[in-house]
């Protein structure tokens, strides 16, 4: 298996606050950072930063974006797709001379039927907004592959597909009928993989971090053995034998890469699969510690509490809480 899937197999995505924008010129709306957050609904819980994201396509129109970091302003036209880190600040408007009078969550507050308006009567402009909450166990992974902002432009490759998934996923939301709530859980995880699938694809993305490294060719080759048998009795000899390198070459290319040594990486996505297991709550944590490569569930029970923070017990007892909370 390749990393980038069994990335994909350990995220959870829930859609929330999805609603249309209907915009007219003149209007300008800020959006992201922690002040404009908008919360998953029925939790009164707080959630760390790396549990939310936010989206919007633009589907009429055309509008001009300003992001957090970037110094020139974006213009979008309809098709074009954003996806942005819980703390990236965005402005959109009309114009680049207008100035923003409201926030995202602010005109969502006022939406009926999730159709939300603002602006002066001028020219339209519709945009599809909503956000993206990621369970405990998918956390790693999101920071692994989300970078602050996304851009996916409306004639780049893959875009077909998720703008299908988009038109589901509004509909899903909108019509709220029996089953509604697990389809658009569904259909929020396809769009999230969609989106990381296009901007995989586009070539200069892939000289950043953890990617810059699943696209290395003898460090990726490792990355690939390991993700396939992740409960194999991996060491650095091993992994430096897989990327056909020296083990002290070996070493050094992958903390270059990685930012940590071969097990540190070994042992955190060990605990991610153990976590994805745990939360299954159909085997034991014997079984789980067998599962990701450990002989003894004392041996597991230690790395998992210096990787997470808690005891698998401890971990299952606080995801029970959470859960009882958000009811």
């Not at 606050?17 to 209907?22: A, C, I, P, Y």
């Not at 954003?82 to 600040?89: H, K, N, Y």
């Not at 509604?180 to 396809?190: F, K, P, Y």
Request: charged share 25%; glycine share 8%.
């Amino acid at each position: 298996m390749d990393p980038i899937t069994d990335v994909f197999r350990t995220l959870h995505v829930t859609a929330f606050g999805q609603h249309r924008l209907e915009a007219t010129a003149p209007w300008g709306l800020r959006g992201g950072g922690a002040e404009n957050e908008e919360k998953p609904p029925n939790t009164g819980k707080h959630r760390p930063p790396a549990e939310l994201a936010h989206f919007a396509m633009l589907s009429r129109g055309n509008c001009w974006l300003n992001v957090e970091g970037i110094k020139e302003a974006i213009p979008l036209t309809g098709g074009d797709f954003i996806l942005l880190a819980r703390d990236t600040s965005i402005v959109m408007r009309d114009s680049p001379r207008t100035s923003p009078k409201s926030t995202f969550r602010e005109a969502a507050a006022k939406a009926k039927s999730n159709v939300a308006h603002c602006g002066g009567g001028g020219a339209p402009t519709t945009i599809v907004c909503g956000s993206l909450s990621f369970d405990r166990a998918s956390l790693k992974p999101v920071t692994q592959l989300l970078p602050n902002f996304i851009l996916i432009k409306a004639d780049q490759a893959r875009t077909f597909a998720l703008h299908n998934t988009m038109q589901s996923l509004a509909s899903e939301m909108a019509d709220q009928v029996p089953g509604s709530e697990i389809v658009a859980t569904r259909l929020a995880e396809v769009l999230f993989i969609q989106v990381l699938r296009a901007y995989i694809a586009t070539e200069p993305e892939r000289k950043q971090g953890w990617l810059r490294a699943v696209f290395d060719p003898p460090i990726g080759t490792a990355l690939t053995a390991f993700h396939d048998q992740v409960g194999a009795p991996w060491t650095v000899e091993s992994l430096s034998a897989a990327a056909g390198m020296s083990r002290s070459a070996f070493a050094l290319r992958f903390k270059d890469l990685l930012g940590q040594t071969p097990l540190e990486y070994v042992t955190e996505w060990r605990m991610q699969k153990a976590m994805q297991l745990l939360e299954q709550r159909d085997k034991k944590h014997v079984d789980v510690a067998r599962l990701v490569g450990y002989e003894s569930d004392a041996a597991f029970s230690k790395a998992f509490k210096r990787v997470v923070g808690a005891s698998p017990g401890e971990y299952l007892k606080r995801g029970l809480e959470d859960h009882r909370q958000a009811q």
